[in-house]
Every structure is written in C-alpha cells, then in structure tokens.
C-alpha cells in the first residue's frame, strides 16, 4: 500500500509505535541518533527526510544552526509543529523523491531508521533527490535494518501489531528482509550491496557502515551538485 504511513501510521498512532517498542529497539533507535549526530558537521544546515512528528528533528537540532523536516503527512507534520523546540524548526509538506529545495541547499541530509523502504518511493530517485538538494562536500546519511536485526525487527512489529497500529503479521509472506502484514503494510530492508548499487553513478563518495548491530548505514560525500524540481508547497 504506497501511502500506507500517511494513512496509517501518522501522527498520534505513529508516536504509538515507538512508545510500545521493546527495549532493543529503543537501543536501535538511540543508536541510530547518536550515529547521525556523530557525523554531523557542527552548526550545519539539516534537511531530515520522512520527519514525522518530529522526533528526531529534535535531537538533530542540538548541534544543527539550521533544522528543515518533510514529510508527506500533514497530521504528522501539525504535531511536530506543537512539539518542544519546534519553533525553531522549519516545516513542509513535500513529497522526498521530489523535494522543493534548490539544488546545493543543505550541508547534511538525514533518512534514517529504514525510511527508504516506508517512503514507497524509487529507492534510486529518492537517492538522487538527497544528493542533489546537498552541497559539494556535504554529508547524505541514509540507513536500513541489519541482517542479524531480523529477529527484533519481527519482535517490534509484533508489539505493534498487539497494539492495534499494524495488522497480523503474514507469516507465509514474511521473509528474506521483509515483513509483510495482513493490512497492506510490507517494510523492506537493504544491505550493503544494494546500498553499493543504488549509490553507484552518483557523484558521491560511498561508505557503508554496520552500526549497532542493528543498523546498516549508507554514508554518501558529495562531490558535485546536482539539479533538483523546482520549489514546491511549503507547510509554514
């Protein structure tokens, strides 16, 4: 279902779903935060891709000078808006494959925590939509579940499903990276391969990193604007 997370999974029942998560996803989640901050150049300009309610946009904005999330949800989006901090955030309604910013526009992009597979977007375009909103030397960080994650990623998504916010798991569909619910949902991951082949071409300097493991890492240097859509609807 390719707007399942905006139909679904926005907003309050998004924020649901990392309130029920077990204690090592908490982990994975903590994880993967102190991995992009780590990363990030200081008082640098931040786009965070799939921004959600915010959640992370307020972690990126203790070191960032400049703090930019999107989304597609616009119920997501409103309550990032109410969140502490959040006026020193700014906020948009777009669509990541197709971002409305000039080219070169941020220092670091961030999609994290498997968003190239909740997006159901072209992975590839999405990778070129990242690059190319990106300055020369800038940082694009995106990830996806580790192999050996399998287990706990089967364990979260039971929680969520207990919970009411996804459906029962497809056990026969279920398998090989991917989980498939009896709803619609369906999450994918990719490895380091795949990560190696989405990122072959583009003007960028590729380092593939197992993190935690729970996280594969897809860390990309620029070296070369790209041209990106022209602007689009911003939310404020």
């Not at 908490?26 to 008082?43: D, G, I, N, Q, T």
């Not at 990032?80 to 409305?100: C, F, I, K, T, V």
């Not at 925590?113 to 590839?124: H, L, M």
């Not at 909103?133 to 580790?146: E, I, K, M, N």
Request: charged share 25%; glycine share 8%; aromatic share 10%.
């Amino acid at each position: 279902m390719k707007d399942y997370y905006s139909r679904k999974l926005s907003a309050e029942r998004l924020r649901k779903c990392y309130e029920v998560a077990p204690e090592r996803t908490r982990r994975y989640l903590e994880a993967e935060v102190e991995f992009v901050l780590e990363k990030m150049p200081p008082s640098s300009s931040v786009l965070e891709m799939g921004c959600g309610y915010g959640r992370v946009l307020a972690h990126l904005a203790r070191k960032a000078s400049s703090v930019f999330g999107i989304d597609t949800s616009w119920e997501s989006l409103a309550m990032a808006r109410e969140a502490p901090g959040a006026s020193d955030w700014h906020l948009a309604q777009m669509n990541a494959a197709r971002p409305g910013f000039r080219r070169a526009s941020f220092d670091t992009v961030v999609c994290i925590q498997n968003g190239i597979s909740a997006f159901k977007v072209d992975p590839r375009e999405l990778m070129e939509a990242a690059v190319g909103v990106t300055r020369p030397g800038g940082l694009v960080l995106f990830s996806s579940y580790a192999r050996r994650f399998w287990e706990r990623r089967l364990e979260w998504v039971r929680a969520q499903s207990e919970h009411g916010l996804l459906g029962e798991i497809d056990l026969e569909a279920t398998r090989d990276g991917v989980i498939v619910c009896k709803d619609g949902f369906r999450a994918t991951t990719f490895g380091p391969d795949d990560f190696t082949t989405l990122t072959s071409g583009l003007n960028v300097i590729t380092r593939i990193t197992e993190v935690d493991g729970s996280s594969v890492f897809c860390e990309m240097v620029v070296t070369q604007a790209a041209l990106v859509p022209p602007l689009r609807r911003r939310f404020r």
